[in-house]
């Protein structure tokens, strides 16, 4: 009776105790304002509660005590009452406190804190640090009576070890609980004593959160008890004691139970060899020599090159802050500083537009597979979808095919698109402070610009639609497209002030999804079949050309000069008439700035094939023909009085005749045959010229002898294998006896020479 007498006084003692510390805390908090003060007193005053309870099990506990003495000794004295039937109502009201009372005021118990809790949190969160005044003084007054519960709180836990006063280890476990409390708050005081009130809104949010955590064992306790089954003979352990602050009033019962376990598991007793009896001898020294240890490699900061680092002061930086430049630096140890390191010196990456986590397909040799056909991802990651802006002609299309009562092609189209930004940081402050988390908020940015830009951008097509239209994303307006995003993005960096320079944005990845790909392939074969008639048609017209003058080219290059003389002869002939004249010339300018549009378009297409200006020759020199004479027209129009055309004319002209000598193939063959013929004609009527001169002079000299001459080199001409005769006698007298029989020319001429002619 006495041992549960005197657990009541103490019990007493320590709720009077925990009611000075909550009216202490209250004026604290009154005097000082400090938030972590307030969210702090509603732990001390559930103390008051939980002693109040112990009080009274101590004393139901003494009353059932004392009864059972009464009813010993009347027993020992042989009197009429029978023990075993005897009324015990101190032990019946015990048993109803323990079964009834204990369970609801844990649960109630459990409530308070709770609920408290909650609202406590609520009200801490959004704190701003502020001065508190009398923070010294109060800190003072808060020692002594934290020293006070402190002297309480060992001395009943003591107490609590032997099993008549095992009630006083919930209490005074929680009494120690709130005396770490006091310490914090303590601390914090001190700090803003000293002018740094900063930690003061961050313990306002810590308390409740512990009390939040007491409740909810307070809950799990009520719960488990329920269930507990209950030995005859087991030590009574209420509901509301706490295991977690029995482990922090009691840590060596934490050694005990981790030695034992090892003994267990070794299978003989090791906490009671050497090494571990000097372990456990020398466990407080080393550990704070650990402590220290720590607390010194906190204190010291190691900048590496390409870095710089911030140093925060209780969680706090000053915009007029210098950053440390690289090498050894010595600071407060953590947690009152803190140093947050930024990466200046290396090339951060993002990549846009990937998704999820997939693994990517490969082949055999393990190369991945990226497919149109197939699904797949950039790297381990799936490539997201982006919406295109259909173009008018297919908006047209789709309201034809819509009034048609076909099916009509959908507004928009789906495109892959993977974007590669990198980027340094110029800011180091701006990049670590001006947001949470920079590199999370410069992505969803850049994919922000990129849904936007694709939105208006066409998929592969290029359409006058308007200049600030994006054109052919998936083809030939790649270039444009990571140029047109990195002006773009910077400017939305530098309108965030995040400190970054962007050094490279390029689209690595644009392609149609697998789902599209069957129609995709059926435009391509379709262009492709386009090419080949093109090509073919190329071909055709370079067969002819060749025909027409030797070399494409030089057919290409007559056809500008010739095109030259006749613009500029209309121009001539137009000038006095200021109306067809600008007609003429404008015509005429449109014609070669076309014609310049569709040399560029083919240069640029020979070139994404590969091909380099050596091999473009004939095009290069045809668009500076064409360049020239688009200057010269310019000059005419804007000058149409100062301008020469006679000289234009004539210069054209005398093109037109170089083009012509440099010609070959079908027309430089008849034009040589012509020329040939020309000379051959000449030649020769220029011979029988002058052989008529010469055959007129012996006519003038000797008619007679002349005709003679002619004569006989007519039949000489006319019958060189006939017999001829020359008579020198009238013909009149002469007698003709032929013998007509054939005979060799060498035998007549033998016979005619025999006869003497």
Known sequence: MNEQKRGGNVALGGAILQLIATVVVLIVWRKTGSDAALTSLWLLLGGVLLWGVTMLLFYARQLELQEEAELAEITRRDTIFDEAGADRPARRRLAALRRWAVPIFTLLFAGYHGTLAILMFRYAQGLEAKALIYAGPAAGFLGIVGMAMFLLSRYSTGMSSVSSWRLLRAPGSYMLVCVLFFAVLMVDLLFAYSGNPALDPVIAVIFPIIELIFAAEMLLNFVLDLYRPRLPGDEYRPSYDSRIFNLLAEPGRVGH?????????????????????????????????????????????????????????????????????????????????????????????????????????????????????????????????????????????????????????????????????????????????????????????????????????????????GADRPQALMTSGRAAAARALRGRLQTRMDE???????????????????????????????????????????????????????????????????????????????????????????????????????????????????????????????????????????????????????????????AVEERFDELEGEPAKLIAEARAYRWDRELSEKTRLELYRQQLLPFKTAPAVYRFSRYMDVLDETLPDTMKYVLGVNRDLLELRLNLETQDKDVLDVATEGRGE
Request: aromatic fraction near 8%; include cysteine; hydrophobic fraction near 40%.
């Open 257 to 465: 139970s981790i030695a034992d376990t090892i003994n267990y598991q070794f299978g003989f007793e090791v906490s009671r060899t050497w090494f571990y009896q000097l372990i456990s001898r020398a466990f407080v020294p080393l550990l704070i020599f650990g402590v220290l240890v720590l607390m010194g490699l906190s204190s010291m900061v190691i900048v590496d090159e390409g870095e710089v680092c911030y140093v925060k002061h209780w969680g706090r930086l000053s915009p007029a802050a210098e950053p440390l430049p690289p090498g050894v630096h010595i600071k407060w140890p953590w947690p009152i500083d803190t140093a947050d390191r930024i990466r200046t010196g290396e090339v951060h990456e993002i990549l846009l537009g990937l998704g999820e986590q997939k693994e990517p397909k490969a082949d055999k040799s393990g190369n991945l597979l990226l497919l149109w056909t197939e699904e797949h991802g950039y790297g381990s990651r799936l490539e997201n979808d982006f919406l295109i802006g259909a173009s008018q002609r297919a908006a047209m299309l789709r309201e034809k095919r819509s009034e048609g009562g076909e099916k009509a092609p959908a507004g928009v189209s789906i495109i892959k698109l993977v974007v590669l930004v990198q980027y340094r940081v110029t800011n180091p402050y701006e990049y670590a402070y001006r947001a949470t988390d920079a590199k999370t908020l410069i992505t969803d940015v850049a994919t922000q610009e990129m849904m936007q830009y694709c939105a208006s951008a066409t998929l592969e097509e290029v359409v006058d639609e």
């Open 496 to 654: 965030l002030k995040l400190g970054v320079e962007l050094l490279y944005v390029g689209v690595l990845s644009a392609h149609p999804p697998s789902e599209a790909v069957p129609q995709f392939e059926k435009v391509l074969e379709a262009e492709r079949l386009q090419d080949k008639q093109r090509y073919e048609a190329q071909a055709e017209a370079n067969k002819t050309l060749a025909s027409v003058a030797g070399d494409p080219g030089k057919a290409l290059q007559l056809y500008v000069a010739l095109h030259r003389a006749e613009v500029l002869d209309e121009l001539m002939k137009f000038r006095s008439d200021p109306a067809k004249f600008h007609a003429a010339v404008t015509d005429a300018i449109d014609q070669a700035t076309g014609q310049i549009g569709v040399l560029n378009d083919e240069i640029q297409r020979e070139k994404l094939l590969g091909k380099k200006d050596t091999d473009l020759e004939t095009r290069l020199g045809l668009k500076l023909a064409y360049e020239a004479f688009l200057a010269e027209l310019n000059f005419a129009q804007k000058n149409p009085k100062e301008f020469d055309y006679a000289k234009a004319l004539s210069d054209a002209r005398a």
